[in-house]
């Protein structure tokens, strides 16, 4: 980051409660000489993460701690506060404040003015920025934000039924405060699309765009410049005073964008991930006003029906099984860089090549960024929170959900293109999700296609991540058909709970391996014996009680009933934690193995599947492949072992060995050796 150009306001913010405050924006922003009672925090977080890391509530993930937290102080805004520094160069140039999410509305002062309201900072998922050049000054700055809590019908984020809910709904602001400057000419929405030559690979074309916009009173004229590897190209450039432009380079234009043997993003296992720095700049009589870097990868995304009329997926020409999991992320909204890279890590490390984000989109770019380097493929999209009144609060449409309303639709349709904009860049998305268990109102998918259209068309999007077989009513009452797109053409019909291993072999109108199942998983997923006594308290260790199922799902998945009768059949009664620990682990990689291999074997007809989940918001016993902690269970190492590129696959129902290779080139002379053991690993 150029801090000439950008700076993040990170630290020394403090919060508290408006019930605790007695002035208003304009003197908190201005004449408070003390906020010795206030609590210090840094951006982004979220309320509740900032009294816990204040120590006002302690280790609130152990036991049923979470329930000894008062709700009632969450339902009154909360103030954000930080003090600046700017020099007199800094406060000459045009400023501009960026918000990348706060959740939920919010009321902004700076230094004794109000530059926004409640009704423009609106919604988790708006980005917004607003020109503070009149209102900053050299030397001392002082920002007060009034953060206004979600609300029962709020499109807010949302857990679902995967774990408990956070007392503050994660009010707060969760994303970037960022200040950026520019010397009149700004640069917005830097963006590469590359086409490739599918046939050969061998050449590709490649179209760079970006916003201009003059915030001067005068026309502005300069040089455009861009840069990548060893090519430079420039063009002269005229912005009208007060207004925007989108300026492109082209292959037309510039013939030096047909790149020859272009190193191209490949996902993980099919090659190498390359990805190309770019660098954007306008210059104004040899004086750059504002730059841009990015990075890009060279590839290409497409999608295909087969031959049974189930979506799969291509990426630069060559079909790719996708097989990932369901990311979420912490509780409080509260991942680190160094969790992220680790976990991220574990993915490649387990040989998946996708993770699909459901609601849960990340605090910065660190994942995304993260996935690209590492050949993660993403599938990004909304929650199915906001499509079931018990999880939105409010009623809902039985085939659209909760986005009914005009200004509900015009709401999401803004933020699901500020959402684009700003991911687009990362060659690890390859398919946009604008439905969960549903499809979107006939008038919001018409204006996520408009959005689609003018910001992204280089990736496809689905309606729905279900669709096929949705007649049965497994997961909505209604069909899930599009009257403007149609079916998905991927399907969710489960299964959650425990599920043997012959199921994904022989079943084919459910969940068993044909089509993309797009969330699906063998059940609860209890971590190793280190991790539940970090989080179950010693007096619950034994039997299982009320507490192991605070930390289970919610609804129908806030048991482990059906786990332990799977346990109790297949290897006996536990007779204490560390017997039911140990057969957990049997149980999780038994269960977890053959639902990946029957993807694999049963290609052409299944193109994809996604385990719900890869991960969990908080010490949990449901659906992961390692837990909060990080501590990998039995399903982690069967993952790793199903998705191997080149391996043999018992298949259950067939009672024979499937050969399976993955790799995008051919193998011979291999050998196969088959091992028998027991539950000892005998």
Same mark, same amino acid.
């Given at each position: ?46 309320? +509740? =993460?900032?009294? !816990? ?5 302690? %280790?609130?993930?152990? $036991?049923?701690?979470?329930? @000894? /937290? ?72 002082? +920002? =007060?934000?009034? !953060? ?5 019908? %709020?499109?807010?984020? $949302?857990?679902?039924?995967? @774990? /408990? ?93 047909? /790149? ?410 291999l050998k196969v050796k088959i091992r028998i053991y027991d539950i000892n690993s005998q």
């Amino acid at each position: 980051m150029d801090t000439n150009f950008r700076i993040n306001l990170f630290n020394n913010w403090k919060i508290q409660s408006s019930k605790e405050i007695e002035y208003m924006g304009a003197e908190l922003s201005t004449v408070l000489n003390s906020t010795n009672e206030w609590f210090s925090a840094i951006v982004p977080s979220t309320v +509740l =993460a900032t009294l !816990v890391a204040n120590k006002v509530y302690t %280790d609130p993930y152990f $036991g049923k701690n979470m329930e @000894n /937290i008062p709700t009632e102080q969450f339902k009154v805004p909360w103030w954000y506060r930080v003090e600046f520094d700017l020099s007199p160069k800094q406060a000459d140039k045009t400023v501009h404040l960026h918000f990348d999410g706060i959740n939920y509305k919010a009321n902004v002062w700076l230094n004794g003015t109000l530059i926004a309201n409640s009704d423009q900072i609106n919604g988790t998922f708006r980005r917004t920025n607003f020109n503070i050049s009149e209102q900053v000054n050299p030397g001392k700055n002082i +920002l =007060a934000i009034e !953060v206004i809590p979600p609300k029962p019908g %709020d499109f807010s984020i $949302g857990f679902v039924d995967w @774990n /408990i809910a956070p007392p503050d709904n994660n009010m707060g602001i969760f994303r970037d405060v960022s200040l950026h400057f520019s010397n009149g000419i700004s640069i917005d929405k830097p963006f590469v699309e590359t086409k490739l030559d599918l046939k050969t690979l061998k050449s590709a074309d490649l179209k760079i765009s970006a916003e201009l916009t003059n915030h001067s009173n005068k026309k502005i004229s300069g040089l455009l410049k861009c840069s990548f590897g060893t090519t430079f190209i420039e063009k002269y450039v005229s912005v009208s005073q007060n207004s925007t432009l989108t300026e492109r380079f082209s292959v037309k234009e510039f013939p030096k964008l047909k /790149i020859s043997e272009p190193k191209l993003w490949w996902p993980n296992t099919m090659g190498e991930p390359v990805l190309h720095d770019l660098n954007l700049s306008f210059e104004i009589d040899n004086v750059i006003s504002d730059s841009k870097n990015l990075s890009f990868g060279i590839r290409e995304v497409e999608d295909y029906i087969n031959n049974d009329g189930h979506r799969g997926f291509k990426i630069n020409g060559k079909e790719v099984l996708i097989k990932g999991a369901g990311w979420t992320d912490d509780l409080l909204l509260q991942d680190t860089h160094e969790s992220l890279e680790n976990q991220i890590a574990y993915v490649k490390h387990m040989n998946l090549n996708c993770i699909r984000l459901e609601g849960f989109w990340g605090k910065d770019h660190k994942l995304y960024d993260l996935c690209d380097q590492n050949g993660i493929l993403m599938m990004v999209g909304w929650s199915c929170h906001w499509e079931h009144e018990q999880y939105l609060g409010k009623p809902i449409d039985p085939q659209y959900g909760g986005v009914i309303g005009t200004d509900e639709i015009e709401l999401i349709a803004q933020s699901w293109e500020d959402q684009i904009i700003w991911l687009r860049q990362h060659p690890a998305i390859f398919v946009w999700t604008v439905g969960s268990d549903m499809v979107p109102h006939p008038e919001l998918e018409k204006k996520y296609i408009e959005s689609f259209n003018k910001y992204d068309t280089s990736r496809p999007y689905l309606n729905s991540t279900g669709g096929v077989g949705s007649e049965q009513g497994i997961i909505t009452e209604t069909e899930i058909v599009s009257e403007i797109s149609g079916s998905s053409c991927v399907k969710m019909l489960g299964p959650y709970a425990y599920t043997p291993p012959v199921y994904w072999f022989t079943n084919q109108n459910l969940g068993g391996a044909y089509g993309f199942n797009t969330e699906t998983c063998p059940g609860a997923t209890v971590p190793p014996l280190a991790s539940i006594k970090k989080m179950i308290p010693t007096e619950s260790l034994w039997p299982i009680d009320e507490v192991w199922e605070y930390h289970c799902g919610s609804y129908v998945f806030g048991t482990l009933d059906r786990y332990k009768e799977a346990i109790n059949k297949r290897y006996g009664e536990s007779s204490n934690i560390e017997d039911f620990a140990f057969k957990s682990q049997v149980l999780n990689y038994e269960l977890m193995r053959p639902m990946f291999e029957a993807f694999v074997a049963h290609k052409p007809k299944s193109t994809g599947v996604i385990h719900w989940m890869l991960n969990s918001a908080w010490p949990e016993m449901y659906w992961q492949l390692y837990d909060s902690y990080l501590q990998p269970n039995g399903a982690f190492y069967a993952v790793r072992n199903a998705c191997k590129t080149i391996h043999a696959i018992y298949r259950y129902g067939k009672s024979d060995i499937f050969l399976a290779n993955e790799d995008i080139n051919g193998v011979s002379g291999l050998k196969v050796k088959i091992r028998i053991y027991d539950i000892n690993s005998q």
